[in-house]
């Protein structure tokens, strides 16, 4: 199906009233566009014939009583010739009479609004000929009006689909990409997704502004002209249709080109947007680093890229435009030129091809020439918007990749309900691998078991990559395990609903993670239902109150872009805040105090002594203190994606050689530092 036909119902078709009242106003315009144009022949015929519309109506009725009675000669002709005709002459005879009697019907259906516009109208238009001219005028300023009033009323009913549309369209994509789980939001990246948030919407939000408006509008314009003209004279016009196919065939190859062009430029803007992301984002070592000429490179690159792309689009568009009016002003000519022909020569037939009724006059012609201008005005506006249109499809293919994706943890039909006061939680035969877009990745966990049970203190240590972070995520469902199942009394996790479970858990993580508000509401982000007690206490249980004196609004105080107003260990405590409002049976902390001084890790530690207890806590890091030893009743020890060790600080040091170099590492640097502090004064 194509991605702008699936927009219609979920996304467009909520505005139905708007979108079906703008289609009138459109059709309206289409009216009053034909209207206007079909002013020039009475305008040709009272400036160059000198008719009044009396005279023309005189005139036209005494041709159509003419046509009536030679009619009725030839079909008493034929009657005659039909009695006297051998059998094999009377089938063509038969079509002569028929030929007959269609041209009566028609002579008598036009006499008949004839004499209405003698009785109802002729006696209210003046015979002077200036004044005549002058109403007509007049006539032509009024319907321009109308149509003009009718566009403006339709533009503002599409812009209002369209603005609605394309709201509900991101709503749609932001609450898929928050039903999507961590691992695949990451795979994806922030610039792409921010890509198509923006660039690609936008230009979704434009071509369906056009579609509304132009695309309905200019063809039932197109349309309107077209009918008049092939009631004129539909034999020239069909001369004018046979180019048509030949049309069709040129904007079909120019649309493939431009949507496959559209599709290139769009991932290259997403790339542009990585190497902004990725300069603003790591600004300070940037700086620190002098890699500004090395980002300049990266952005100068992508944009030749991006530049390359739009520049298919340029050519697509530039040949549309050309094309448009070449085929246009062919279809003028091969209509034109039979009619001048016709109209000069007094004739009705070119060849013995018969290409009129009647003969026709120069009215006839400059109508013909008028509603000619009248098809070929708007299929030019079309071919100017015509990229919008396919970019805009293309924009739309994005979208619905977006929209159409799949998140890797999948929310049970039938949850079951997990207890209240859980006893033991259980890794059983655990693997896991990250999914990666275009490159395999290698094993993360690979058969874990461990069994942990409510009140334990869990130490997760390793070095960097061994899988410390992915095991622990595995517990609120950052991601799935590939094999094996992460069981809460017995039940396994991915049977539980996803609320059920995470309103259990509260996290930490290393990397800070704050929004752009006050610190209250940093901290209420735990707990949306706690009170405002509970709050203050949750920030005094962190020590997010010792540096409160120090802001000018206390807990109103705005923390900026990313808490980026405080420090790193302002920003840590109000993250523990956050944790602890939560009063999750499950508490993780991803090395949470590595951006805290050595006296707030240890206040924190005294109340975390008091906060863990008749829960199950992990902390994740990469070496062991003091302070933390005095928590902890159990360590994990991880090495390249396998549980090596587990036991206890004394237990592992005396059996564990990876622990304790991670260990002594730490102490080793310890004592450096301390020695260090201590030789410094002398040296002074």
């Not at 071919?383 to 994706?405: P, Q, T, Y």
């Not at 035969?429 to 942990?452: A, C, E, I, M, Q």
């Not at 993670?513 to 735990?526: A, H, K, V």
């Amino acid at each position: 199906m194509n991605s702008l036909t699936r927009l219609f119902f979920p996304f467009v078709w909520p505005s139905r009233k708007q979108l079906l009242l703008s289609f009138v106003f459109a059709l309206l315009v289409a009216v009053m566009w034909g209207a206007t144009l079909s002013v020039s022949y009475p305008v040709v015929k009272v400036l160059l014939q000198g008719e009044t519309l009396s005279e023309h109506i005189e005139k036209q009725i005494a041709e159509c009583d003419a046509q009536i009675k030679r009619s009725r000669e030839q079909l008493e002709e034929y009657e005659i010739a039909v009695l006297n005709a051998r059998p094999v002459d009377v089938p063509s005879w038969d079509r002569k009479k028929s030929r007959a009697d269609s041209k009566m019907a028609e002579a008598q259906r036009k006499l008949a609004v004839l004499r209405w516009i003698e009785v109802r109208v002729v006696p209210h238009v003046p015979g002077d000929r200036f004044y005549m001219f002058t109403m007509i005028m007049g006539l032509l300023l009024v319907l321009t009006v109308i149509k003009l009033i009718c566009m403006f009323c339709e533009e503002m009913l599409v812009g209002s689909v369209v603005q609605l549309t394309v709201m509900r369209v991101r709503k749609a994509c932001f609450r898929r990409v928050l039903a999507l789980d961590y691992q695949t939001l990451k795979m994806h990246g922030t610039s792409e997704l921010m890509s198509r948030f923006t660039f690609d919407i936008e230009a979704l939000g434009s071509g369906l502004g056009l579609m509304g408006g132009k695309v309905v509008r200019e063809p039932l314009k197109a349309i309107a002209c077209l009918g008049l003209a092939f009631w004129v004279n539909w034999r020239l016009m069909t001369l004018a249709v046979l180019l048509v196919p030949i049309a069709g065939i040129v904007f079909h190859r120019l649309g493939k080109m431009l949507k496959k062009a559209s599709q290139k430029s769009m991932e290259s803007v997403a790339r542009i947007y990585k190497v902004l992301e990725e300069t603003f984002e790591a600004a300070k070592i940037v700086i620190a680093f002098e890699g500004a000429p090395r980002h300049l490179i990266l952005h100068h690159r992508e944009s030749k890229t991006f530049y390359k792309k739009s520049m298919k689009i340029a050519t697509a568009e530039a040949l549309t435009n050309p094309a448009t009016e070449m085929l246009g002003m062919t279809a003028v000519v091969v209509a034109m030129l039979p009619g001048a022909y016709l109209v000069l020569r007094g004739t009705t037939t070119i060849w013995d091809i018969q290409l009129a009724s009647e003969t026709l006059e120069l009215a006839d012609l400059s109508l013909l020439y008028a509603l000619l201008a009248g098809v070929f005005d708007p299929i030019r506006k079309l071919s100017s918007v015509f990229s919008k249109v396919r970019r805009a499809g293309a924009a739309a293919d994005r979208v619905f990749e977006l929209i159409d994706l799949k998140t890797q943890v999948i929310e049970a039909r039938n949850p079951r309900p997990l207890p209240a006061k859980f006893k033991t939680i259980e890794f059983r035969d655990v693997g896991f691998t990250y999914l990666s877009l275009g490159h395999t990745r290698p094993t993360v966990l690979d058969n874990v078991n461990l069994k942990f049970k409510r009140g334990e203190v869990i130490a997760v240590v390793g070095e960097n990559g061994s899988g410390k972070s992915t095991l622990v995520n595995l517990v609120p469902r950052f991601f799935d395990p590939d094999r094996g199942a992460l069981l809460i009394d017995g039940v396994d996790i991915r049977e539980a609903s996803l609320q059920d479970l995470r309103s259990h858990i509260g996290v930490v993580t290393q990397e800070t993670l704050l929004f752009d508000d006050t610190i209250y509401e940093n901290i209420r982000y735990g707990n949306f239902r706690s009170t405002a007690r509970q709050i203050e206490k949750a920030a005094e249980q962190a020590y997010v109150t010792q540096f409160l004196a120090q802001l000018p609004e206390g807990m109103k105080t705005r923390v900026g872009e990313k808490g980026g107003s405080l420090s790193g260990g302002q920003r840590q405590r109000i993250s523990l805040a956050r944790a602890i409002l939560r009063n999750p049976d499950i508490l993780i902390l991803d090395e949470a105090t590595s951006a805290i001084d050595s006296l707030s890790e240890r206040l924190i530690h005294q109340t975390l002594e008091t906060f863990v207890r008749d829960r199950l806590t992990f902390i994740i890091t990469h070496s062991v203190t003091e302070s933390i030893l005095q928590l902890i009743t159990s360590i994990v020890v991880m090495e390249r994606g396998h549980v090596i060790a587990q036991g206890t600080h004394t237990e592992l040091l005396q059996s564990c050689e990876t622990y304790r170099r991670l260990y002594h590492a730490r102490s080793q640097g310890i004592s450096d530092s301390t020695e260090t502090d201590a030789v410094a004064p002398k040296a002074a």
